[in-house]
Structures are given as structure tokens and as C-alpha cells.
């Protein structure tokens, strides 16, 4: 080419060491960055307690744990055979806490629990163990032996013929069952087999809830009786699963096809192969610059942060296409950068500035955004003005000449003024964003992470069959020690049952119902005769029925071993069953107990209000976490509003300080400002709730219109430059329109919000720049 | 007890239960000659719905004197059997396909699933097959072997799983002709359930019959 040797060599040496930078860089990203897939980074940071309850019994709480299965696509037998050993497969497994399938396990109760039986079952609380209550007992045993019952009764008579662990159990068991057909759940058709299986891992780490249903898969397929049963998996982990494999197929695709476009859309622009290289410089510097920046600062990253943030600093792209369009024929790249700097510098910190709002959302996932971006934009555009020029050949082409930049210019200068374009459409979006119905914000955490509405519904009825716990309510049994929940809850049982009765609710869990507090269970210690009294009863008991005496020695035992001992607690229960279900329900924060109180299928909620109110010292609190955390959701974007808000004062000071000129700054600012009011108008008006993402997405329009604004200003008065201006404006806004496009064609709500949002900006912002940025009337174009 | 379900799966004694009703429903005159297997089960096969009294006993190490009790065994077609106990108290069962429900006067029904118990597939599909008089279908399940000639046999039947061995030792099913008289199962833990069926259920019993007055019902041969 036309360079000199030594300049060509000079560029070969920057270009090593700027790869070479890159290179380093990459390593260390490569070597330090921790991918997360907790979703939980994009909730709201919770300030108070009940605020933190409330997250983690959304994000993490026993309810969110639960997978729903359903085994169906053949006949009973063969779908409950393989419910058997599927739930017997799944309880040797770690990955899982609990599995229920409807089969009564005696063997999981430990021998060491056994002899707590007279402790748990309320028998003792309106019985006593004399002579005439076990005669009663004792005939019914003998009729229980004579019935097609015999077979599992028969071994445990001897140790306990009052069937104490009978009724343990079945106050255990859930308040509604669903359907039992060949000793295991099914659904109120019959045709599908159901199970609950809780994981180990919260609902909202993906990576390990995709581990948790592998393992599941891999069971099934082990268990399942023909090949023609299907399984189905459904419940928050599933869904958080199903939407990282959708949003990692869809970005995997965006990428493909932003990639090929871009490259497409530049060679066709410049022509240079060379040009199109240099041009995704920036780009990846600042990629590269942004990992680092957010490895070093926080180690662990959300794979949403780094999948968000690519797209968002794709918008570096046009920092080298203003700068191979604006290079006149014949002026080094060098010049050309030192020209629009001042334009660029002004784009590339409002944007930054844009970003930053972001760092006081309070919302961990989008501090790390702000990070990102403005880590990857202000490097982006550094390398654009201090680096790619000096790898840039000399101007050779003016592309203020090509075609399509000529017609447009002409068809600008030939539009009509429209002065009244902005006060009108000002007028109209106000009034759309007004008069039209419907909520303005979307306050529904659940949206976040939207799921296809078949599976919710799937979801919806797999749980009413199950009478698995109701996601929306809760309520929180507050105290100083774990015992004194646990008093508190067996006060409330009474209320609880009689709501039960009513059907106010179909069912309820809590601690309380496992685990009685140690003064109850000292009470019904109490109640138990002394082995001596308790012979004599038994003794006595006996006459007249057809047992044989002496065969009763291990329950005279067993009542006496209860005697001695001590109340069993949380601590006693490590190692059992029933550590998972009361720990669960179960909580200490902070040196302080909260006991969860979950219902089936709450139809009064006043009802459950007025309980909770009659607490003894409003220790019991009725939550409802959709309000709850729609409050929250309403909280942080107060939050993000006014940093927003701080965001664009931001803007106008640096625009107003870098033009010095109020009528330059609104002219700039002028159409960015309409299109996101009219974007704003558009959407609500088209019933769209807005949410977190539209915001982001916003203020990524705003952004470009910035870049639009300021460029086209620039070259308000010079012709030539001004066609310079069209060419970089089209082929940014080709670009942009295209990475935003795909993303609007994404099967996924938010990644199609975003894109939708950003296309439409992208489009006002260009139209608008192009319509109201004029020259003033009496001020004709400078020759 | 009161009303608990969840546990009574295992229950060995709905086996016999089962069979006698399956093989109740005969009150039938005596045919000629059924030495062969497949004669008697082409015999005792019976479409329902029909009854039959019984007296049953049970004998446990847990017992001084045999509990003894008499009522109405119903066999109400394909899957469906019926154990009214009348004396000395009053209890109603039913087997429903898989489901079973006791219902005892004054006390909630208690309802449970046959197969908790995997085994009880096993034989409730196996006294299917006595009652359809497919041979086939019991050779699947049981060792059988056949004594006697029509006017006194008696068939042995032995589960082949050692899962189901492992609860049930043995049934031994008696009867002449095409009527079964008497059913004993012989269980693992020593029980051991004496049904008499039909004729000798009808028979006058002393007011506290022990096991040997059982064990001669059950042969009947002194009738």
C-alpha cells in the first residue's frame, strides 16, 4: 500500500503487542473467571429480615426445592412398578432429600426413634396406659388379627400393641393424599404416576438442578417397566433448567447469525477485508477488557452478566465505523480519529455514564452489568482513537460518496421541517401513556424468568394433585429458641385443624406436627405408668382375650426406656428422615427461629390473617410472597428510577459541558429523549408491563440515540461531512437493527423484550436525529 | 385401631381370602372322574357372582386359643371379593381390583393397597388363575402337586418366588368333587389360617374349638 516501510513496520510491531495484550489478558480471564448460573444475582438485594425470608423461601425455601414427576404412557401395574424403583433408586442418590411416591416405609423409621413413640403420638394427651384402655386395645388387636390386615400388624403387636407408631405415622403423613392405586400415587385419572422428590440443590442454581433431573432421567430410564412410559418432570428447578438450556440455544444462535451479519454488512460497507478486521479490534479489546475487569473485581460472574453484556457492548461497533467513514481520501487514520474525538469522547462517557446508574440498582447481577459495560465501552473507545489508528492505512475512498449515503442526504435535505414533529409526538405518547389501560410496570417476580404458560399450567394441576404446598402462602412462627416455635405452632394446631375442617385450607405442614415441643413431650413422659403399675394393667387387660401372657415383655420395655428419656429435639433427630422434613420447616437466622408454616391449597385467606393475628405476641405472621415480592420488585425499581433519573441530569451536564451551548445540547438530546418516550408509549399501549429488562434495554436506545444525536450534530453545517455522518449512522443502525432483531426473534419473553425495545430505538432514534437535527433556517449551510 | 391405613400392606391373609372366594362358589353335586390337574381347575372355575359361608381360624405363637371367626365370603366377579365376618362381631372387607377397605361397625373404613406388598400381585394374578381354571397361569407362580382321587383331593401349592416364600410357606387347598372344602395357609412366622369353606363351615362346631377340631373339619373325612 501507500505507507511508508517504517510506519507499516511500526504497526506490525503495535498490532503484535496490542494481540499480545489481548492474548495476556484472555489468560487471565481464562484462568480466574467463575461462572455462576444463581439466578438469584438478579433479585433485589433484601435489606430486612423478613425481606431476606421472604427471597430465600422464594429462591430457596423447601417449596422451590420440589420437582413434581409424573410417570405415564402405559397401565397401572407396570407405571406403579416403576414408581417403586424409581423413588428406591432416588433415595440412595445424594442429589435428592426427600422422595414420596405414596409407599408407607416402616423401615425408614430408625430403631433409636422407636421407643419416642409415646413421646410424638398425642394417644397420651386424652389416654392413660390402665387396664381398661389396653383391654380395649387388646380385643381390637385380636380382631385386627383375624382380618386380612394380620399379615403386617402381627410383628409389631408384641413391642406395641396400642399401634403407637401406627398413629405417629399417619399424623405424618399428608393431610390429603392423592389417589393411591397399587400402593402408590397416581393421579385422579389413574393414568399417571405421581412422585415429589426434593433436591438437594436450590431451584435456582441451574447447573446443578440440570444434574439433579439427569440423575432423575438416568433412574427413570433404569426403573421404567416398557420403553412406552414417558416421565415428566415439572416444578421451579425444571423450569430454571429448561430456561438456561433455551437462553444458552438462543445466544449460541444470535452469535452465529450477529456474526455473519456484521461481517456481511461491513465488507459490503468498506470493501476492505482489512477494514473489517481492524473494526472488530475495539470490540473484542473491550470484551476482553470487561472480563477482566469483572473477574478482578468480583471472581464469580453470572453467565447472564457476560451473555447481557456482549450484546449490550456490541454498541462499541460503531466506534470504529464513525471512524472509517468520517476517514476522508488521503488523511491518515490517525487524523481522522483526532477529529471526532471530541464527538466520540462525548458519546463513549454518556454512555459510561448511562451504565453507572446501574451501579445503584442494588441488584447484584446488574452492579456486575455496569461493570461490564463500562469496563468494555471506555476501552473500546480508547482503542479506537489511540490504538486502530495506527494499524488504519490511509484513506484512499470517500464514503460520503457511496450511493445510498448520497440519497439519503439528498432525501434530508429535500424532507419538509417539521417543527411540530416533537411537540406532537410528545403530545401523543403522553396521552397514549395516559389513557391507555393496563398495569405500567411488570411487579410479578415470577416474570422475571418467564415460563412457557403450558408447563405452568402443567405445573399448576401436577401440584394440586400432589397437594404439594401453595407457593403464595406462608406463614412464619417467629422465636428466641427452636422450642418456643415449636410451643407456638402446636398453640396455633388447634386454629390450624379447625381452618382444615372449614376448608379454608386442605391441608397444612409445620415443624410442630413432627417434632412436639420438649414440654409436651415431658407431659406425655409423664403420663406413662411405672413398669410395675403398667404390669398389673396389663395384666388385668389380658383377661378374657386369646393372647398369651408374657408375649407383651418387649412393650412393658419399650414403656419403660420411654421413661427415661429426654425430650427428643432438632439436635436428636441428625442423621433421620426426619432431620430434612423438620429442618426445613425449621429455621435459625441470626441466633433467632422461624418455623414455616406451609398450606395446601389456601381458599381464606382473611381466615389465616385473623390466626396469625390471635398469636400470642404476633409471633405468627401470614406472608404473601407474591405481594411480598412484588413489593420488593416495586422497591428496587423505585431504586433504579431515580438512579436512572441521576443518570440523565448526568448526561445533559457532560453534553451541555462538552457543546456549551443550550439550544446544541437539546438538539442532541431532543430526539433520544422522544424516541424513549414514544418507545415508552408504544409499548404500554401495547398492554406490555414493563420490567427490569426494559429499562436496560432503554437506556441502551438512549445510548445509541446519544452516538446519533451528537454525530449528526457534528456535521450540522458541512456538507461533505454530513454524507461522511450518514454513511457511519447507516451502517451503525444496520447493525445494531440487526443484533437487536435476532434477539426479538428469541423464544425466550425477556431476550425478545430486549430486542424488540432496542429495535425500536434504534429506528426512532435514526429517524428522528435525521428529521430534527436542521440546520437553522437563517443560518443557510456554511459553503 | 384406629383407622390407619398406611401400613397394613403385607397382608398374607387375603390370600386365602382371595382363593376361597375364587374357589367358593361351588355348592355342586360331584361329578365322576378328576384325577388331572387341569380337570379340577375346569371344575372348580365358577362365574360369579355367588357365596358361601365360612368359619375361619388363625393360629399365632402370640395366642393361648385360635381366633375363630364366621361369616359370608361373596365372590362379586372379575377382581371383586367380599369377607363378611358376622361372628363374633361384625366386620365387612372388600378387595376391589387393587384396593381393599375394612370396615368395622362403629369405626371409620380403612382403606389400603393390595400391592404394597409386591408379592400380593403375585398371588391375587395367581388365584386368578384357579379361579379361571388356567393351570398354565398357577404353574407360573406355585409348585403344585395334586393327591387324592375326586372324592377326597387335595392340592398343594408352593410360591416359586423367593420373595413371596419368604411371607408364605405353603397353601394347601382340600375338597371332593367340584367343592373345595377347606383352605390352610401355612405362613412363614408360624401362623397358620384354617378356612372352612361351604359344607364344613355349616357344620355344628363346639363352643371353643381348638386346632385339632379344625384340622378334622378340614379333612373330612370322619363326615
Known sequence: MRCAPPAARFGVAIAVAWIGLLLLLGGYVFTRLRLSGDLRLFLPTPRTRTERLILEEVSAGPASRLLMVALGGAGTEPLAGTSRRLAAALRSDSTFRLVANGENLLSTIPDTLLPYRYLLSPTLDHERLDASFLHRELTAREQDLASPASGLLEPWLPRDPTLEILKVLESWEPQREPRLLDGVWFNGRGDAALLIVETAAPAFDPRAQRVAIDALRRHFLAARATPAIRLTVTGPGAFSVLMQHRSEADARLAGFLDTAGMLVLMLLAYRSPLRVALGALPLVTGGVAALATVTALFGTVHGITI??????????????????????????????????????????????????????????????????????????????????????????????RAALAGRLAALWAGAPRMVWLGPVLAAASVAALVLAPGPFWQNDLGQLTPVPQARLIQYDTLRRELGAPDVRYLMTVAGATADQVLAEEEHLSGGLQSLVAR????????????????????????ALPEESELRASLDQALRGTAFRPGVFEPFLKDVARARQLPPLTLARLAGTPLELSVGSLLLARGGRWTGLVTFADVRDREALERLAASSGGGAAQLIDLKEASENLIAQQRVRILWSVAAAAALL?????????????????????ALTTLAILAVLHAAGVALNLFHLVSLVLAAGLGLDYGLFYERTLHDPRGRRRTLHALLVCATAACMVFAVLASSTLPVLRSIGVTVVMGVVGNFALALLMIRPDPERPAAS | MTGSTSMISGNNRLLPTLALLLLAPLAWCAAPERQTLQGLLTDLARPAPSSTPFVEAHFSPLLARPLVVAGTLEYLGPGK??????????????????????????????????????????????FAGLLSGNAATLERNFTLDLHGD???????????????????RSIAVS???????CLTTFQANDDTTILLLDRAARAPRPAAPDRAWFETQCQGRNR
Do not use: K
Request: glycine content about 8%; some cysteine; charged content about 15%.
Open chain 1, 307 to 400: 451473555a447481557f453484556g456482549f450484546t449490550l457492548i456490541g454498541v462499541a461497533i460503531d466506534y470504529p465505523i464513525f471512524l472509517f467513514s468520517h476517514q476522508a481520501p488521503g488523511v491518515t487514520g490517525a487524523a481522522a480519529a483526532q477529529a471526532i474525538w471530541p464527538t466520540l469522547a462525548i458519546a463513549v462517557a454518556g454512555l459510561a455514564i448511562a451504565y453507572l446508574a446501574f451501579l445503584l440498582s442494588g441488584v447484584p447481577g446488574l452492579i456486575q452489568l455496569a461493570c461490564f459495560n463500562v469496563a468494555g465501552v471506555a476501552t473500546a473507545g480508547l482503542a479506537t482513537r489511540y490504538l486502530l489508528p495506527r494499524l488504519l492505512p490511509t484513506g484512499s475512498r470517500d464514503f460520503g
Open chain 1, 503 to 526: 376448608g379454608s385450607i386442605s391441608g397444612f405442614d409445620d415443624a410442630a406436627r413432627y417434632l412436639p415441643s420438649a414440654s409436651t413431650q415431658e407431659r406425655r413422659r409423664a
Open chain 1, 652 to 672: 445533559v451536564a457532560v453534553v451541555y459541558a462538552a457543546l456549551r451551548s443550550p439550544l446544541r445540547t437539546l438538539r442532541v438530546l431532543a430526539p433520544m
Open chain 2, 81 to 126: 371379593l367380599a369377607r363378611t365376618v358376622q361372628a363374633p362381631y361384625h366386620e365387612r372387607s372388600e378387595i376391589d381390583g387393587d384396593e381393599a377397605t375394612v370396615a368395622r361397625a362403629g369405626e371409620p373404613a380403612r382403606r389400603f393397597s393390595l400391592a404394597r406388598a409386591p408379592q400380593m400381585q403375585t398371588l391375587v394374578a395367581s
Open chain 2, 150 to 168: 375326586a372324592s377326597h383331593w387335595l392340592l398343594g401349592l408352593v410360591p416359586l418366588n423367593p420373595q413371596v416364600r419368604a411371607a408364605i
Open chain 2, 175 to 181: 375338597g371332593s368333587g367340584s367343592q373345595p372344602r
